[in-house]
Nanobody
Framework: VQLQASGGGSVQPGGSLRLSCAASGRTLSSFVMAWFRQGPGKEREFVAAVSWNGGGTDYADSVKGRFTISRDNAKNTMYLQMNNLKPEDTAVYYC???????????????????WGQGTLVTVSS
């Protein structure tokens, strides 16, 4: 399995970005996919997860109401729409897949089996 994250960039506070995570090597439509992020000098943290069919989602409190996670199983791709970005959202964003679960609920990094290479999001005025 290979995950390719893209869509990062530099935006001003209040701006928006849409991240994509394209999977190859295996169809991931049966599994939970998620976004994590790692800010400067910080641990990698959970951002959001989506269930196998997109019907269930889970968000970190810090992004709830601003970020929306979704997936298109026909394209084997996951998305993260990020609105009203704040400087504290600055981080490298990683996508990941949990081959052991089809429904959301696990926020630890440990269960996730494959990771993308990360895409940098910088929010600054």
């Amino acid at each position: 399995v290979q995950l390719q994250a893209s869509g990062g960039g530099s935006v001003q506070p209040g701006g928006s970005l849409r991240l994509s995570c394209a999977a190859s090597g295996r169809t991931l439509s049966s599994f939970v996919m998620a976004w994590f992020r790692q800010g400067p000098g910080k641990e990698r943290e959970f951002v959001a997860a989506v269930s196998w069919n997109g019907g269930g989602t889970d968000y970190a409190d810090s992004v709830k109401g601003r970020f929306t996670i979704s997936r298109d199983n026909a394209k084997n791709t996951m998305y993260l729409q990020m609105n009203n970005l704040k400087p504290e959202d600055t981080a490298v964003y990683y996508c990941a897949v949990d081959l052991g679960s089809s429904v959301v609920g696990r926020r630890s990094k440990t269960p996730y089996d494959y990771w993308g290479q990360g895409t940098l999001v910088t929010v600054s005025s």
